[in-house]
């Protein structure tokens, strides 16, 4: 299964060389006899494309693809023949980026997004004229810039690699998520996101045909890592058995992301009968850099996905609840256990629950933050990750959700204060103080159409979403309060 974020950005680095056809001095050329030759500039040009082709090697960062190196000759005349073009076009279905040292006259035609590293005044020019021709470009004063943007191109191309499974009830958008987008084949459209959608169901007939040795090493390693298991380890193999269902059809449809409905598959009484629920799915497919949501909730899955690709984090998901000043966790709100913070809070804070944490928030290559198996049900089955999300070497955090037309993301920054399990359904719990009122916080959900369900990631990525809506195409709404 291929995995979105492991593709790379071609880039082609072009160096242009005008090479004159004589030596003159004149009002933009000037030079001492030797330098003005055609043989001097065809000679320092080819030792210059050198020279530059190995300081992008070194100070070009990410996942990218550095291509060879295209050289380019024309004369005073401004034109460049068809022969340097074609050079151009060899691979051009594979190139994502030509990144040039001056105008190539003509390169427009290819319709291959243009960039250039310079802090002098040409690719202000240059870039302000390609896009206004509704040629993709970009001008970045140095390889750090330029790095930043490849990030975000990169996401862009990651998505463009998602594809996701979901096994609806076929509703035209799931009961409990009125605000979720009905138009799946509009993300397709708009941002490349494919989808193939199955009924619910189906799923359980593939959970028959899984390896039980592989239920059974999956089982084992998730028990051996947590610090408090389910005492039921027979009900945590029947939700690695719906989770490696799930794998298996996801595997025939080639899709690397997944939601189901949750309010009517439990209706379906198909949990019940086979004891699991999709919690530990969504967890461990995040943990391995797969977008997956709760509920069938195609907004807050778009928004796990960017914040996910951009902080290449594994991302928690959960529902705003204002909680209200000197309101008890516990016996106003139920919650069990009190793992950072306060049992009240003396100002308004925003709950975010309903809930599935992945153990690598911090990175999804780094080590997994500590972690219990608990339960769903009071009786015991539907596995769930718990992760106390306050104890952690930042509490820094971003938190954002589409609205129902991936055409917006609303973006909010805040810090964890406090974190609290609860023993059966959704759980943990996070709260957080907003960059901004946390009441109208969830006005702004309200009245911009965004809905309910929140992503959630470490760190401020307020800055980097608004810079890739402006590359992928959607309006960023970052909430100050």
């Known amino acids: 299964m291929k995995k979105p974020m492991d593709v790379k950005v071609n880039i082609r680095p072009v160096f242009s060389n005008m090479v004159h056809t004589d030596a003159w001095e004149g009002p933009c050329r000037v ?8 043989s001097y500039e065809i000679r320092t040009g080819r030792e210059q494309c050198k020279v530059w082709t190995k300081t992008l090697e ?37 190139t994502d980026l030509f990144l040039i040292t001056y105008r190539v006259p003509e390169i427009e035609s290819l319709g291959v997004p243009v960039a250039m590293i310079n802090r002098g005044p040409t690719p202000i020019d240059l870039v302000g004229f390609y896009k206004d021709n509704g040629l993709e470009g970009y001008m970045a004063h140095d390889f750090p810039e330029f790095n930043d943007i490849i990030q975000k191109l990169w996401v862009r191309k990651a998505v463009r690699n998602t594809k996701i499974l979901i096994l609806s009830s076929s ?8 605000t979720s987008n009905s138009n799946a084949y509009g993300l ?16 359980f007939s593939y959970m028959q045909d899984v390896d039980q040795n592989e239920i059974d090493r999956i089982t084992d390693t998730l028990i051996k890592g947590a610090y408090k298991n389910n005492d039921k380890p027979e009900w945590i193999k029947q939700d690695v058995r719906y989770y490696l269902g799930v794998r298996k059809m996801m595997e025939r449809f080639d899709c690397n992301g997944f ?23 969504h967890a461990l497919l995040k943990d391995q850099g797969m977008p997956s ?13 960017v914040l996910m690709y951009l902080s290449e984090k594994s991302v928690f998901m959960g529902n705003p609840m204002l909680i ?12 069990t256990r009190v793992m950072y913070g306060p049992r009240k809070f003396d100002e308004e804070v925003l709950e975010i629950r309903h809930a599935v944490p992945g153990t690598r928030m911090n990175g999804l290559n780094e080590e997994q933050m500590p972690y219990e198996l608990g339960s769903f049900t009071h009786e015991g089955w539907g596995t769930k990750v718990q992760v106390n999300l306050g104890e952690n070497k930042t509490r820094d955090v971003t938190i954002g959700r589409f609205d129902r037309h991936g055409e917006k993301m609303i973006v909010a920054h805040g810090t964890i204060v406090g974190c609290c399990f609860k023993d059966d359904e959704c759980s943990p719990a996070v709260y957080l103080k907003l960059d901004g009122d946390a009441r109208e916080f969830r006005h702004a959900l309200a009245d911009g159409c965004f809905g309910h369900h929140l992503a959630m990631i470490y760190g401020d990525y307020t800055k980097d979403v608004k810079e890739l809506g402006k590359i992928m195409g959607f309006e960023t709404i970052v909430f100050k309060g």
């Not at 509703?171 to 009125?178: K, L, R």
């Not at 939601?259 to 799915?281: D, F, G, I, W």
């Not at 709760?294 to 928004?303: F, G, I, S």
């Not at 209200?324 to 919650?335: N, V």
């Open 31 to 38: 030079g001492t006899p030797e330098e003005l030759q055609p």
């Open 58 to 94: 070194e100070n070009i960062k990410g996942h990218v693809n550095l291509m060879p190196t295209v050289y380019i000759e024309y004369d005073e005349s401004f034109v460049v023949k068809d022969s340097e073009l074609d050079k151009l076009r060899e691979n051009i279905e594979e």
């Open 171 to 178: 509703n035209e958008f799931p009961v409990s998520v009125n």
């Open 188 to 203: 397709f459209t708009k941002y490349g996101i494919r989808n193939t959608r199955m009924p619910f169901r189906d799923v």
């Open 259 to 281: 939601t189901t409905p949750c309010k009517e598959l439990c209706a379906s009484r198909y949990p019940a009968a086979n004891k699991c629920t999709p919690c530990l799915t």
């Open 293 to 305: 949501a709760c509920e069938e909730d195609l907004n807050v899955w778009m928004a796990i996905m």
């Open 324 to 335: 209200l000043k000197g309101m008890d966790l516990i016996d106003d709100i139920g919650m």
